[in-house]
């Protein structure tokens, strides 16, 4: 891999940009644009978990299978009502957590509350447990988009570049033939970028150039517990949050997927650890259960190039980057929407984010 570009150094494309649209000269696709969203997703197993299964055992799902969302099918509605991913179990530990929320949530009026999540409120209140369909994008981050094979990955990308972090491929006979993340066409772009030179083209170009990166940064005081950081991921509506010492120097990040390892094992005492010895946890686990070279590396700069940060981001399965200046101080984010908003761009295609960059 060329350490500037993020390209591999051994691999060039030689195609010529008349040639990218010359499609059925040759069996390999050279546009993009032209993918059908099936073609990345192959023979899935797609997990997915029942409406009146109890939230805790649906974390379970979740951890067990390795996949940070599912879908959620009523068999009462014999339809698929949402998604359940961490966000939405981080909502529910604040709201279980915190019964002075609760309160206030019951005093709003009824055009406020849905009924699902007025239930949900009551059995939280006592104790009971809560089927995992009133909590299925409880967080509001993670709805349920459904997209036909047949889709053309350009019309994914401007999706995923507006803040849709996934879509569930669904056949003409109702099966579900896959979920497409924005990770997996992030790897996809990556491993393939010589395919596409329109792609090629922008890995040499900096996050500055591109003009992304550049957001206002949310931080967290190493020594302020992890309840306190989840509070503010989820005051904020973010989906992640830097760790900071006394001094602002970034030493971490604290993510919404972090949140199964409170759940496993039902280690909530985790919750009232600082967010430094949080860190350390998560990183020990990776270590153990991944091996030392998942050890997460997490920064880049301002005259980074995005091919560099996206083969950061594929390396380390991150969902984003912090951007840090000299001091390491952060001074904006990189996500998996940014990335893709730039390939829609591209495209001519124009993404209208609709939540802030680093919410992926």
Not at 4 to 11: K, N
Not at 156 to 173: Q, T
Not at 184 to 210: A, C, G, S
Request: proline content about 4%.
């Amino acid at each position: 891999m060329d350490p500037i570009t993020g390209l591999p150094s051994s691999r060039r494309s030689t195609i010529s940009e008349s040639e990218i649209h010359r499609e059925g000269l040759t069996t390999e696709t050279h546009d993009w644009t032209l993918i059908k969203v099936i073609d990345l997703v192959g023979d899935q197993n797609v997990i997915v978990i029942d409406g009146d299964t109890p939230i805790e055992e649906a974390c379970d799902i979740l951890i067990k299978n390795n996949i940070s969302s599912a879908p959620v099918y009523d068999p009462t509605a014999k339809s698929y009502i949402g998604m359940f991913d961490w966000s939405d179990v981080m909502s529910y530990l604040l709201i279980v957590l915190k019964k002075k929320n609760v309160m206030e949530q019951q005093q709003k009026s009824d055009e406020e509350l849905t009924s699902e999540f007025k239930d949900l409120l009551k059995l939280a209140m006592q104790c009971q447990p809560v089927p995992v369909k009133l909590a299925s994008d409880l967080s509001h981050k993670n709805p349920f988009y459904s997209v036909i094979p047949e889709t053309s990955l350009l019309h994914v990308v401007k999706l995923f570049g507006s803040g849709v972090h996934r879509v569930v491929i669904v056949g003409a006979d109702g099966v579900l033939k896959g979920i497409l993340t924005q990770s997996r066409v992030v790897t996809y772009f990556y491993e393939n970028v010589i395919r596409f030179p329109p792609i090629e083209q922008l890995f040499p170009k900096t996050i500055h150039d591109l003009e992304i990166g550049k957001n206002h940064v949310i931080s967290a005081q190493a020594e302020s517990f992890v309840l306190d950081a989840l509070t503010m991921m989820n005051k904020n509506g973010l989906s992640s949050i830097a760790i900071v010492d006394i001094d602002g120097t970034l030493i971490g990040n604290l993510s919404m997927t972090d949140v199964k390892y409170i759940l496993r094992n039902y280690s909530h005492s985790l919750m009232w650890k600082t967010c430094h010895q949080f860190i350390g946890h998560v990183r020990s686990r990776q270590g153990l259960e991944e091996g030392q070279d998942r050890y997460p590396v997490f920064d880049v700069r301002p005259t980074s190039t995005i091919g560099y940060t996206i083969a950061k981001l594929t390396a380390t399965r991150a969902h984003r980057v912090w951007v840090v200046n000299e001091r390491m101080h952060s001074t904006g984010v990189v996500s998996l929407t940014d990335i893709l908003s730039v390939f829609a761009r591209s495209a001519g295609e124009i993404s209208n984010p609709k939540k802030p960059s680093w919410d992926t």
